[in-house]
């Protein structure tokens, strides 16, 4: 049994924890066992109804000789604490092995519980595990020797990342239409290519050039930067001029799509950091450092880089630790490390499609999409004129900038959970 099934998790990617559990479910009957997982409803007397996995309620009864064990997530199962029907609380996780009865109603001879405080702990300490990864884009696999090389120019001081993986290590890999980790199928490390995205689990070490996973989960997606050509927000439809291509693309905005504008003092701040220069400096200057970023970019007409509205507003909110601080995109930072983008990106003002006019320079990261689907943006950014013209020729911005992606950016996390974020 895996955690993330058992506990039901939306983690965009909750870590998968085998719980060996084969010898505590072993019955005698010369009945095969059936075995129901889902969350608890309502406890009543010797039983409890449980909404399964496919929405549908079962009532479970409990044999006098049942067997009920209270297991923590991330611990091993041996140590589970025997537990009475009267522990079980409505929200908590339950696995329970016996007979299938009439009319939704299952007989129970062992089940094993997880709180429902203990899962959402857990879930909360994964996310934050997720959120100090690393991610970026694949730049060189070697199955042999278990290392991805990834190139983020905004972490490392641009280096590229080795992530060592093991035979331990939970391996995913998203499927063509989603984001979300429960759609991630288990992977091996040789279908991870290059220009493949990569998000990791793990320890770093000092400089963040070599990274340990624990956990691991990839996806071809497409980087897209271009000028918005029109928007349907009645059909959440957007088509844009691909700059790299010179040919329109049509993306579809879904739920979970994460649609934010940059204002002009942290598009700037990027820029600064994309040509080397000091992010710190640019960050607390607003519309002050425009002119290094003027002169190239062929967007909306009358695009001059003077700051955007609610510019203003954006730097009240990153606080005064974003004037001046080196390095840092608006007081936004890992401690000693490098700024961390996805927190700052999930704290910047929204956008709607409704708001995205013709000419607009925007930058996105979609799914591929299959034969019956089209691409689905993940992120798009707008406001990145600055950003586009500072990319030095040949570089895909998009990709640079929006690596780490958020994975499942709706679904995990809320904008700052993983790979959710």
Avoid at 101 to 110: E, H, L, P
Avoid at 175 to 187: L, R, T
Wanted: charged share 15%; proline share 5%; glycine share 14%.
């Amino acid at each position: 049994m895996h955690l993330s099934r058992f506990t039901k998790s939306s983690l965009q990617p909750c870590v998968v924890i085998a719980l060996v559990v084969c010898s505590l479910f072993a019955d005698s009957s010369a009945q095969t066992p059936a075995k129901v997982i889902g969350t608890v409803k309502s406890v009543s007397g010797s039983s409890v109804v449980v909404t399964l996995d496919n929405a549908t309620d079962t009532t479970i009864s409990f044999t006098d000789t049942a067997r009920i064990l209270r297991a923590v997530p991330g611990q091993d199962v041996k140590s589970a604490a025997p537990i009475q029907v009267s522990d079980i609380q409505v929200g908590d996780r339950l696995s329970a092995r016996g007979q299938a009865g009439d009319a939704n109603s299952f007989n129970a001879s062992f089940a094993l519980v997880m709180k429902k405080s203990d899962i959402a702990q857990k879930q909360q300490q994964e996310r934050d595990e997720w959120r100090k990864g690393v991610g970026g884009l694949v730049k060189e696999v070697n199955a042999a020797a278990g290392t991805i090389s990834i190139a983020n120019s905004l972490a490392a001081s641009g280096k590229p990342i080795a992530i060592h993986v093991s035979p331990q290590t939970d391996v995913r890999r998203y499927s063509p239409d989603s984001v979300k980790f429960e759609d991630a199928k288990p992977s091996t490390l040789d279908q991870i290519k290059a220009g493949d995205q990569v998000r990791a689990r793990g320890t770093k070490n000092a400089d963040g050039t070599e990274f340990t996973a624990q956990a691991i989960v990839s996806g071809a997606f497409r980087e897209l930067a271009g000028t918005v050509v029109s928007t349907d927000a009645t059909n959440n439809i957007l088509t844009i001029t691909d700059l790299a291509t010179k040919k329109p693309v049509t993306v579809k905005i879904g739920a979970e799509s994460m649609l934010r504008k940059l204002p002009q003092f942290v598009a700037m701040g990027i820029a600064m950091r994309l040509k080397g220069g000091a992010p710190g400096a640019a960050m607390g200057t607003g519309a002050g450092g425009g002119n290094g970023a003027q002169g190239t970019w062929q967007g909306r007409p009358g695009s001059t880089g003077q700051a955007a509205p609610g510019a203003q507003s954006a730097q009240g909110a990153a606080g005064a630790n974003g004037q001046g601080s080196p390095g840092g995109f608006g007081g936004f930072r890992g401690g000693n490390g490098p700024p961390d983008f996805q927190q700052m990106l999930a704290r910047m003002p929204a956008v709607s499609i409704s708001e995205l006019n013709r000419g607009d320079a925007v930058m996105l990261v979609a799914t591929e999409g299959s034969a019956g689907s089209g691409p689905t943006a993940i992120t798009l950014l707008a406001g990145v004129e600055p950003i586009l013209t500072a990319a030095p020729p040949g570089m895909n911005a998009a990709a640079t900038v929006l690596s780490p992606w958020n994975l499942g950016q709706g679904g995990v996390g809320g904008g700052e959970g993983g790979p959710g974020q």
